[in-house]
C-alpha cells in the first residue's frame, strides 16, 4: 500500500488542480462578460500549450538535472505568479485581452515541467507493484476536477467574483507546495549520460537517442501520440454534436456528465489490474472498446445509448494511460525519465493541437454544410474515428515486440 505521504502528495496536487480549474473557468467567465467572444477562451488554450509543444523535449533535460522537488515547486509557483498577475490586471480595472494571452504563455513555461516531473519523482517514491494504484488515482483527478471545479465555480462565483475563486486557488497552492517541500524525496542520481552544462543539446539528443535504441518503446510512445490525434479533436465535438442529436441543452449536460463518469471509472479500475495480467494487454484491449463505442456513440440517437457509449468510450483512456505511465516507470531507468516523459508529453500536445484545428475546420467547412440533416458531418467524423482506432489498434496488437515489451524487459 502507497505511503501516507504519497497520499498526501496526489491529495493536495489533485486540490491545486481543482482550483487552476475553478480560476480558469471564472476568468473565462469575466472575459467573455467583457467581450461577448469566445474566440478568446480558445487562443487561452493555444497559447498554453504553445511552450510544452515546441520546447517540451528541452525541458526534460531539467527535470533530469535538477532535484524533483526543486522541479516541482518551481512549476507550481510560476503557475501562481501568473494567476496572480492576472488577478491584479482585473482587480486594477486596467485588464487587456493580451495580458490574458500573456499569462496563458508564462504558465505554460512552467506546467511543462511539472508533469514529467511528477511521472519521475513517483518512480522513487512508489514500489513497482504499487505504481498502477498510484497513477489510477492520478488519472482521477482529472475528471474529478472536470466535475467538481464547474459546480464549485458556478455556485461561488455570484458571491465571491473572481477574486475569491483566484484566493481559492492560492489556498490550494500553498497546501500543495507545503506537501511537497515536507515530502521524503529520495536521493537523486546525476544523469548516467549527464555532461557538463555547456552540452545540454548533447544531453538531450543522448534522451533522443535511447528512445531511438529501443524501437518498442518508440513505437508505443507514437502509438500513444496518433490516438491523442484521433481522440481530442472528436472528443472536442460533444457539445455541439449532443446538443444537434438530442435538441436539449439540459439533456446534453447529462449526457456529458457520464462521460465524466466514465473517465472517473476508468481511473479506478486502473488499481485493479492482476499482477500476472500484461499492462500492454490490457489497455489494448481497452481501445478496442474506445473503438467500437467511437462508432455506437457516432451511429446513436437515443440519449440514453449516447450516454452509455460515451460512459464506455472513456472508461479505457485513463485506464490506458495510467498503465503505460505505469510501464515506462518501470522500463526507463530514473534519471532518463524526465527526457523520455517530457518527449511524450510534447508529442501528445502537437497530436491534440493539430486535431482541434483540423477536426473544427473539417467539419465547420466540409462536412456539416454538405450534410443532409445537422449533426450528419459530425456523426461521420466519430464513426471513421472508431474505425481508425480499431485498425490502428490492431496493427499494434499484432506486431510481437510491440505487444511482448514487458516480459522482453
Not at 89 to 109: E, R, T
Not at 250 to 262: D, E, F, R
Request: proline letters at 6%.
Amino acid at each position: 500500500m502507497p505511503s501516507a505521504a504519497v497520499y498526501r502528495f496526489i491529495l493536495t496536487q489533485a486540490l491545486s488542480l481543482i482550483g487552476s480549474r475553478m480560476s480558469a473557468i471564472a476568468i473565462g467567465i469575466r472575459v467573455f462578460q467583457e467581450t461577448g467572444q469566445a474566440a478568446p477562451l480558445l487562443l487561452v488554450a493555444f497559447f498554453n500549450e504553445l511552450p510544452p509543444m515546441l520546447l517540451g523535449s528541452a525541458a526534460g533535460v531539467l527535470v533530469d538535472r535538477w532535484p524533483r522537488r526543486r522541479v516541482l515547486l518551481l512549476a507550481d509557483a510560476g503557475q501562481a505568479l501568473g494567476t496572480l498577475l492576472l488577478a491584479f490586471s482585473f482587480l486594477s480595472n486596467d485588464f487587456q485581452l493580451w495580458h490574458l494571452y500573456a499569462v496563458a504563455f508564462f504558465n505554460g513555461c512552467f506546467a511543462m515541467f511539472q508533469g514529467p516531473a511528477q511521472d519521475a519523482a513517483l518512480t522513487h517514491m512508489v514500489p513497482e507493484d504499487q505504481r498502477d494504484q498510484v497513477n489510477g488515482l492520478r488519472q482521477m483527478a482529472f475528471p474529478l476536477a472536470g466535475i467538481i471545479a464547474p459546480a464549485l465555480t458556478g455556485l461561488l462565483y455570484p458571491l465571491v467574483n473572481i477574486s475569491g475563486i483566484i484566493l481559492i486557488d492560492m489556498i490550494t497552492f500553498l497546501l500543495a507546495v507545503l506537501v511537497i517541500a515536507r515530502l521524503p524525496f529520495p536521493s537523486q542520481a546525476a544523469p548516467s549520460d549527464a555532461v557538463p552544462s555547456s552540452h545540454f543539446w548533447t544531453e538531450l539528443r543522448q534522451g533522443l537517442a535511447y528512445l531511438g535504441e529501443r524501437r518498442a518503446l518508440l513505437g508505443l510512445i507514437l502509438y500513444f501520440t496518433a490516438l491523442n490525434f484521433l481522440l481530442n479533436g472528436p472528443l472536442e465535438l460533444a457539445l455541439p454534436y449532443l446538443i444537434r442529436i438530442t435538441g436539449s441543452e439540459t439533456l446534453s449536460g447529462l449526457i456529458l456528465a457520464a462521460m465524466n463518469g466514465g473517465a472517473l471509472a476508468g481511473g479506478m479500475l486502473v488499481t485493479l489490474r492482476r499482477k500476472g495480467w500484461s499492462r500492454v494487454h490490457v489497455f489494448l484491449s481497452g481501445f478496442l472498446l474506445t473503438g467500437f463505442m467511437f462508432i455506437a456513440y457516432g451511429w446513436s440517437c437515443h440519449p440514453l445509448l449516447l450516454a452509455l457509449s460515451l460512459f464506455l468510450l472513456m472508461i479505457p483512456l485513463p485506464l490506458g494511460w495510467g498503465l503505460f505511465t505505469s510501464l515506462l516507470q518501470g522500463i526507463v531507468p530514473p534519471e532518463k525519465q524526465g527526457r523520455i516523459f517530457s518527449v511524450m508529453a510534447q508529442l501528445g500536445y502537437l497530436a491534440s493541437t493539430t486535431s482541434f484545428l483540423l477536426t473544427g475546420a473539417l467539419v465547420d467547412q466540409r462536412l456539416e454544410p454538405a450534410a443532409a440533416t445537422p449533426g450528419a458531418g459530425m456523426s461521420l467524423v466519430l464513426i471513421v474515428t472508431g474505425v481508425v482506432i480499431l485498425l490502428f489498434t490492431l496493427l499494434v496488437a499484432a506486431i510481437p515486440a510491440l505487444r511482448q515489451i514487458e516480459s522482453r524487459q
